[in-house]
């Protein structure tokens, strides 16, 4: 088990979040379990995050689905980065079925002065750092918007904001 404050949930009790603003989201498995080491589960993740951003007023920058975490940054249109943080761990728990994620999860609002290109290298390149492969490239689930240039963005949505090519 982990050890972690018992109620870190409610720090976000009354918490406002911003429209139009960039988030890096993560979120844990319960006890750390691994369940992301299967292939068939993190692809399962990867379709619900790409379904929140059809579903959901939110622009996905980067994501990577570790074995045992998610880390997802994501300008919110809305700012109910609450709501879709519940749906996303609700459907891809009852893709699998059962529960998979920890109470909660830990969110940080990137500064107007943040380099959101180097947020999304920070979490590319968590495989990397943390010795599953000796490439980005090696490692197949993570995405990033820089990739996709040309690309058209999502459900009639506009292109994410002040985010330079890689």
Known sequence: MTATCKNSHRLR????????????????????????????????????????????????????????????????????????????????????????????YHDRCLRREEDIREVARYIIANPLRAGLVRSVREYPHWDAAFVQAAAPPSAGKPAPTNVPPL
């Open 13 to 104: 009790t009354g918490r406002r979040y911003l429209a139009n603003h960039y988030y890096h989201l993560t979120t844990t498995t319960v006890d750390r379990e691994p369940v992301f080491a299967d292939f068939g589960a993190a692809r399962g993740l990867i379709h619900t995050l790409r379904k929140a951003t059809e579903t959901e007023a939110v622009i996905s920058v980067a994501f990577v689905v570790m074995p045992d975490h998610l880390h997802w940054l994501v300008q919110s249109l809305d700012g109910r980065i609450d709501i879709l943080m519940r749906r996303v761990k609700s459907e891809s728990s009852q893709k699998l079925g059962r529960p998979v994620w920890q109470k909660g």
